[in-house]
């Protein structure tokens, strides 16, 4: 069994920044990568960015330039920079880890972006 446990989420100004983390427990050995997805009311959920366990990111191109992946191998977390947030970043945010024949889900974080 996988747990993710998300943190960092909240109300921020246009153009201001947070930082979202996910911490990965459990058997995680086999994890292959793990991405961030947000949803915005009334909207389908969508990938926003992903790393490997290589550490190779992609990013969707409304967050290119503006978000940054990053990991930290030993605390199994991963965290997600965001910059110069719009009011179009506003959703719930969630973390994902992929396996091999499982995807487990954190149970999402709000973030509020006020113009």
């Known amino acids: 069994q996988v747990q993710l446990v998300e943190s960092g989420g909240g109300l921020v100004q246009a153009g201001g920044s947070l930082r979202l983390s996910c911490a990965a427990s459990?058997?995680?050995?086999?994890?292959?990568?793990m991405q961030w997805y947000r949803q915005a009311p009334g909207k389908q959920r969508e990938l926003v960015a992903t790393?490997?366990?290589?550490?190779?990111?992609t990013y969707a191109d409304a967050v290119k330039d503006r978000f940054t992946l990053s990991r930290d191998s030993a605390k199994n977390t991963v965290y997600l920079q965001m910059n110069s947030l719009t009011p179009e970043d506003t959703a719930v945010y969630y973390c994902?880890?992929?396996?091999?024949?499982?995807?487990?889900w954190g149970q999402g974080t709000q973030v509020t972006v006020s113009s």
């Open positions: 459990g058997s995680i050995s086999s994890l292959r990568s």
């Open positions: 790393i490997t366990t290589g550490g190779t990111t």
């Open positions: 994902s880890a992929l396996f091999p024949r499982a995807k487990y």
